[in-house]
């Protein structure tokens, strides 16, 4: 049975503004919180809140609840009642930042515990917990995996140097990506910096200069923005680790450039099997002769439709409504990332499914489509991708409207409030255009881009 | 149009999409990311330029640099001008 409090180096130190915590300081407030909360031990409880509550959270619940259901900061009420639906949560954990009118269920705070509490502990209080994370959803909505700390903590480097570093917190810990940093800095015995998700970005680099954290993880778009920071530069960057969009190796010179004595990483992830491997050469993809090899425990080949497969013997996530397993019998997953062979590196081209990632976003080009024609006067909408320098991939819309009297512009004007309204930002069509018609294919497909 | 005044266009019109309201005096040393743009609106006035003077500096880098204020941006794409499309 592999518990948190166990795999944690005693060296982790947690930092935030409210507070800097040792691991020892932590696992007694774990004690006192699982003590004056009996009532979680063996339940399925959902952990909801600021990065620093999250953090803390886990580390109190683990081994103690049956089931920790991961939710991001940013989720609303829609996504408790369709991506949490059919998953029965006990209760939740919040802390004061979370809105309590989402949550049709009870709401448990955890409120500053002090030192001076007494409480008598539950006995019997170790269990092997089940982690169930989010995806950024391969259809491009989310679904709940269900994980085991076990795979969770795969990818995770514990050498020596990675002790000494201090890592900022970029992502919500509460996603795949994010929660791999903070698991990498609890296992290696590394700091972590916890950011306030509300700072902007500028002053978010001053805290980081501040703190002076070595070490950090983002998407390719989020290093862009930090590289327009003037003070960005001073950091004395150790470790740099990119992930969730293509890399491009240019992005990698550039970040070479500024910190030259940092290690970079850039790591490939599916959060759906929770499976990943990493890249440390510098070049974008990974080296051909990879293929058919073991690759950080796991074995990578092409399938007949260039896209990656991944094959883990050990890997048994299943998605938590169905219970579906996520490998075949053989151990292999379809990523459905499409690959091409280029100078003797594998490099990504983008999703199968016709799947848009934008700034790290998966968009459904239908979804935004079928959101615009909920418009009177649109007749047909087709959203395709536009390369971008900044953000990867910038979506466009080309929409033939309907014989009614609207000028193009007033038209235009409509679709991308009515867009704007009701879509996360990353799926509001940075373009649209009017067509007479919409472009069709030889073989009578629509042609997205 | 000068190249300076197509930036200055392609700047308020994207602002004016994103709600972004902008500073009076758009001046050289107005930061990025200061101004109310993000990653996105910054992304979608470097495609916006790009369909209106036929070319992106930070394609055409090899090892692209990324402007901290809007002079330093304006630069970028004076030093490129020579890739504009042949009918601006």
């Known amino acids: 049975m592999l518990l948190l409090g166990d795999v944690a180096n005693s060296s982790f130190v947690l930092r935030s503004a409210e507070n800097t915590l040792s691991l020892d300081e932590l696992q007694s407030r774990r004690s006192l919180m699982q003590a004056s909360h009996q009532k979680l031990q063996g339940k399925t409880v959902a952990i909801h809140g600021s990065a620093d509550h999250f953090v803390k959270s886990i580390l109190y619940l683990d081994g103690f609840a049956d089931c920790l259901v991961l939710v991001p900061k940013e989720s609303c009420s829609q996504f408790v009642s369709s991506t949490l639906n059919g998953i029965k949560i006990d209760a939740v954990v919040v802390d004061d930042s979370v809105d309590q009118t989402m949550w049709p269920l009870a709401l448990i705070f955890v409120p500053s515990i002090s030192h001076n509490s007494k409480c008598l502990l539950p006995e019997d209080t170790d269990r092997e917990t089940q982690w169930m994370l989010p995806t950024s959803g391969t259809t491009g909505l989310s679904k709940y995996v269900k994980h085991t700390l076990t795979s969770l903590l795969r990818t995770v480097a514990r050498s020596r140097k990675c002790m000494s570093y201090r890592w900022g917190l970029l992502y919500d810990p509460a996603r795949f990506a994010g929660l791999q940093v903070v698991l990498q800095a609890l296992a290696s015995g590394a700091s972590l910096v916890i950011l306030d998700e509300d700072t902007k970005l500028i002053e978010k680099v001053s805290l980081l200069i501040e703190q002076r954290v070595t070490a950090l993880s983002g998407t390719p778009t989020y290093w862009k923005q930090l590289l327009m920071i003037d003070q960005f530069a001073s950091l004395n960057l150790q470790q740099i680790t990119l992930g969730g969009e293509i890399v491009d190796e240019r992005l990698i010179n550039s970040l070479k450039t500024m910190f030259s004595g940092a290690h970079i990483t850039h790591i490939y992830a599916s959060t759906e099997a929770g499976v990943g491997f990493a890249v440390h050469d510098g070049k974008e993809g990974f080296p051909l002769d990879w293929i058919g090899k073991s690759v950080d425990g796991l074995v990578l080949g092409v399938s007949s439709a260039n896209t990656l497969m991944i094959q883990s013997q050990e890997s048994a996530q299943s998605y938590a409504k169905d219970e579906v397993g996520i490998f075949d019998s053989q151990g292999w997953y379809d990523t459905e990332d499409l690959v091409e062979v280029i100078n003797e590196r594998v490099v990504f081209r983008g999703r199968l499914n016709g799947s848009i990632n934008v700034g790290g976003n998966k968009v459904m080009p239908e979804e935004v489509e079928r959101h615009i024609e909920k418009l009177s006067f649109v007749h047909k909408a087709i959203v395709s991708s536009r390369k971008n320098s900044i953000v990867g991939n910038l979506l466009e819309a080309t929409v033939v409207l309907t014989a009614y009297d609207y000028s193009d512009e007033f038209a235009i004007e409509s679709i991308c409030d009515h867009c704007r309204k009701s879509l996360a930002v990353y799926k509001v069509p940075a373009f649209v255009k009017v067509a007479e018609c919409i472009p069709i294919s030889a073989s009578g497909k629509i042609k997205r881009g | ?88």
């Open chain 2, 1 to 88: 149009m000068t190249l300076i005044e197509a930036i200055q266009q392609a700047l308020l019109s994207v602002a004016k999409r994103q709600s972004v309201a902008m500073p009076e005096d758009i001046g050289r040393d107005l930061v990025l990311l200061d101004s109310g743009l993000d990653s996105l609106g910054f992304a979608m006035l470097v495609a916006e330029l790009e369909a209106d003077l036929g070319y992106d500096p930070f394609s055409l880098m090899e090892t692209p640099v990324y402007p901290s204020t809007y002079g330093e941006f304006v630069d970028m794409y004076k030093l490129y001008w020579p890739h504009r499309r042949d009918s601006i």
